[in-house]
C-alpha cells in the first residue's frame, strides 16, 4: 500500500506535470521584437489525479484544485500532540511489562517477544519525545493522569498480579494483558491518522498499526500452542 512519502511524490508529480503542459511563453525575433503567435488552442478540460488513501483506505479521484489538500500537513493539531503525548505513556507501560519477562516468563519465545517488544517501543517514545520538542512541547511525566483511561492500558491492579506472577501463569497473563494493550494501541493509532494533519504523526502511527497487529498475531499463535 503507498506511504505517505510515495503519496507525496505522485501529487507532486501530478502538479508538476500540469505545469508544464500549461506554462507558456513569447518568443521574440532577433531584434526583440514579439513573434507573434497562433491563436490559443482550446483549453483542455483539467484532468483528474489518482490520489492514494491513507493505509486502510481505497484511492480517491481528485480535481487539480482538490491537490492541495491530498498529501497530510506539516502542521500539527491538537490530535497529533493528544497522540504523541497518551502513546508515550502507553509504551511506557508495555516496557514496564516487558522488563519483567526475563526472570519471570518460562518461555523462551515469550522472552524473545517481550524484548523485541522493548526494542521496538523504546526508540518509538524517544522519536515522539523529539517530535513534541520540536513543537515546543514536553513529553508527560510518569504520573499521567489520565493513563489508565487510555484504551487498553492495564489497570493498577493487574500489574501487580503481574509482576506477582512466575512461570506458567505469568506467561499465560502477560499474553492476556499485552494483546489488550496492543490492541488499544491500534485504535490510538487509527484515531490519530484519522483525526490528526501532521505526516510524521501519521508514518509513525502507521508503523504502531503494522507492527502491533504482526505482534498481536504471534501471541494468539502462543496461546493456541499453549
Known amino acids: 500500500m503507498p506511504t505517505t512519502r510515495s ?44 490520489a492514494p488513501g491513507k493505509p486502510g483506505e481505497s484511492a480517491s479521484t481528485l480535481a487539480p484544485d482538490a491537490l492541495r489538500t491530498a498529501v497530510p500537513s506539516p502542521v ?4 497529533d500532540v493528544r497522540y504523541a503525548q497518551d502513546m ?25 517477544l517481550a524484548s523485541r517488544i522493548k526494542d521496538t517501543q523504546g526508540p518509538e517514545i524517544q522519536a515522539m519525545t523529539a517530535w513534541l520538542q520540536h513543537q515546543g512541547l514536553r513529553a508527560p511525566d510518569h504520573g499521567h493522569g489520565h493513563a489508565t483511561s487510555m484504551p487498553g492500558m492495564v489497570s493498577p491492579e493487574r500489574m501487580e498480579a503481574l509482576k506477582d506472577a512466575t512461570g506458567e ?45 504482526s ?5 494468539r499463535e502462543m496461546q493456541a500452542t499453549g
Do not use: W, Y
Open 7 to 50: 503519496r507525496a511524490l505522485i501529487v507532486f508529480a501530478a502538479i508538476a506535470g500540469a505545469t508544464l503542459l500549461t506554462g507558456a511563453c513569447t518568443a521574440e525575433k532577433p531584434g526583440g521584437t514579439p513573434e507573434p503567435q497562433a491563436a490559443a488552442a482550446p483549453t483542455a478540460p483539467a484532468v483528474p489525479v489518482i
Open 76 to 79: 500539527a493539531n491538537a490530535a
Open 88 to 112: 508515550i505513556v502507553h509504551h511506557r507501560q508495555a516496557l514496564d511489562m516487558s522488563v519483567l519477562a526475563p526472570s519471570r516468563a518460562v518461555s523462551t519465545t515469550l522472552k524473545g
Open 169 to 213: 501463569e505469568f506467561d499465560r497473563l502477560f499474553l492476556e494483558l499485552m494483546i489488550s494493550h496492543h490492541q488499544g494501541a491500534i485504535t490510538m493509532a487509527e484515531t490519530a491518522l484519522a483525526e490528526g494533519s501532521h505526516v510524521q504523526i501519521e508514518e509513525m502511527a502507521a508503523d504502531v498499526i503494522a507492527v502491533q497487529a
Open 215 to 219: 505482534e498481536i498475531k504471534r501471541m
